[in-house]
């Protein structure tokens, strides 16, 4: 196939006409690509979701065997890089984006952008986008692209002044027919930025245009977007209803039919916050592992309803399966900082792995956790590979699963398609402690810990010497830390380290 056939699929994509990409993209061989082309094919099944696709293209030049003698092109690893962030490795495609030179590759601070947008570290990704944005080596589309991304980071963070500007930029910009798909995402936006303005009637005229722009669209999706953001408007005009509360609950059985598990952390904010709805607010803070939406909740929560959110210091996660009459009652419980349940004396010592997918399974109660995210937060030391990589983490799984039956607990981790859930036999609850409210300074401490050693393991003098603190100081913050399961102890006497496990 040559080069002038995978930009026609890169066409395809841009009109949104994926199903013909992505039927022209099965017609490839990627055996048969020179390693240039391959860099533009990986891109290409990156974008239509075939991540593995792209990493084993790109595997054998990134990640090559000792006896070969091959050193990646720049380009090869920056999409490498993005099919990692993409599908949830976003340390190790962090890594590898670092010591390209962003002038040269601005695709470097595109994809470090999106790598931090999976994060919800909005404010980080702005700056990214801003200096893509102003490297004269990118195309136009993908200049546009990027606004896009950039005028979300600004809503997210409330700087309507840049939001607006952005607008009406990106309004003229994508009046052309073949820019659909773009022009639509701006019109949702534009609605938003109306909406917290409280200028209702303009948002209106951006959502009738969205509207009209979707009968396009066959998209199941689009239309739940829709209609979430109609609801929404209708939200901030006229005030909390039980018309309204029903209709967010509606969006909600859609977007759980579908599996779009954002709209539905986005419609129990509404709920929460709007209705007061204190059992979904807690599932909503507590089953968040973005530190930025969790400051968003508290914040809104206290602006809506005129007073501060009292969370606990401990939640009791409940499984919203539905259990027979009889079931119903129960204290039965297991901690997830550590594995003590009302069921034996086992335990699972903290910062060791079973402990560790424990606490990763329940990070998000919204999203299930896939072996990608997995292999992200316990095994970022080793390089992802597309083959040993799941056999390991699928051994792991079985572990944790054999510890619950050994140990009468009604829990079993179901792995299908790459996605690990956990899902239970009988009522139990899973208690999480609420790590932000451990006192601020040891956060703070945590944080400046982790800012210079990162996932690597140190010793209380290596910290005394690089954060300038006392001796004294740095060991009664770890401690305090290691009593909160927030750091890991390895080794003991002189030898004793520590590593970070916490999501900080």
């Known amino acids: 196939m040559s080069r002038e056939s995978l930009k026609s699929i890169d066409q395809f994509i841009k009109l949104a006409k994926f199903g013909e990409a992505q039927e022209a993209l099965d017609k490839v061989n990627s055996k048969n690509l020179s390693r240039?082309?391959?860099?533009?094919?990986?891109?290409?099944?990156?974008?239509?979701?075939?991540?593995?696709?792209?990493?084993l293209a790109l595997r054998p030049f990134v990640r090559p065997k000792a006896r070969d003698q091959i050193e990646a092109t720049e380009d090869e690893r920056l999409e490498y890089a993005m099919a990692l962030i993409k599908i949830g490795a976003v340390n190790e495609g962090l890594k590898l984006l670092h010591d390209i030179d962003g002038n040269e590759h601005p695709n470097k601070y595109l994809y470090s952008a999106f790598a931090r947008i999976t994060e919800w570290n909005y404010q980080e990704a702005a700056l990214l986008l801003e200096s893509y944005t102003q490297n004269d080596k990118i195309d136009s589309y993908s200049d546009l692209t990027a606004r896009v991304n950039l005028l979300s980071c600004y809503l997210f963070e409330g700087q309507n002044d840049k939001a607006s500007i952005l607008i009406d930029y990106l309004l003229e910009k994508t009046s052309d027919n073949s820019l659909h798909r773009l022009r639509k995402n701006v019109l949702h936006l534009a609605s938003q930025l109306c909406i917290q303005s409280r200028k209702f009637e303009e948002a209106k005229k951006f959502l009738d245009k969205a509207t009209a722009s979707d009968e396009k669209s066959n998209s199941t999706i689009d239309q739940l977007l829709l209609n979430k953001?109609?609801?929404i408007w209708s939200l901030h005009k006229n005030g909390p209803s039980s018309q309204i509360m029903m209709a967010l609950d509606d969006i909600k059985i859609i977007a759980e039919d579908l599996n779009n598990y954002e709209t539905i952390r986005d419609v129990d904010y509404y709920l929460g916050i709007y209705f007061n709805q204190h059992e979904v607010l807690k599932q909503l803070y507590f089953g968040t592992p973005y530190a930025n939406f969790r400051k968003k909740i508290l914040h809104y929560y206290e602006k809506i309803n005129g007073k501060s959110l009292h969370l606990p210091d401990v939640y009791n996660f409940e499984f919203p399966k539905k259990f027979e009459p009889e079931d119903e009652a129960s204290n039965s419980f297991?901690?997830?900082?550590?594995?003590?349940?009302?069921?034996?004396?086992s335990y699972l010592p903290p910062g060791k792995a079973m402990q560790q997918l424990l606490g990763l399974v329940v990070k998000d109660t919204y999203r299930p956790l896939t072996i990608h995210q997995i292999h992200n937060e316990l095994f970022d030391e080793s390089f992802y590979n597309p083959n040993s990589t799941p056999k390991k983490i699928k051994q792991l799984i079985y572990r944790l699963s054999h510890w619950f039956e050994e140990n009468s607990i009604p829990l079993e981790l179901v792995l299908k398609k790459n996605f690990v859930t956990l899902v239970a036999d009988k009522p139990i609850a899973l208690r999480i402690q609420n790590t932000d409210a451990v006192d601020p300074k040891i956060m703070s401490f945590l944080m400046e810990v982790k800012e210079i050693f990162g996932s690597d393991s140190f010793s209380s003098r290596d910290i005394s010497v690089r954060l300038e603190k006392p001796i004294r100081t740095t060991t009664k913050h770890l401690k305090i830390a290691l009593d909160n399961s927030l750091i890991e102890k390895i080794g003991a006497g002189p030898n004793t380290k520590f590593k970070i496990i916490a999501n900080i």
Do not use: E, F, T
């Not at 533009?40 to 990493?55: F, P, S, T």
């Not at 901690?335 to 009302?342: E, H, I, L």
């Open 36 to 55: 240039i082309d391959l860099v533009l094919y990986a891109n290409l099944a990156r974008r239509l979701g075939k991540m593995d696709d792209a990493i």
């Open 229 to 231: 953001w109609q609801v």
């Open 334 to 345: 297991i901690q997830v900082a550590d594995g003590v349940n009302s069921y034996s004396d």
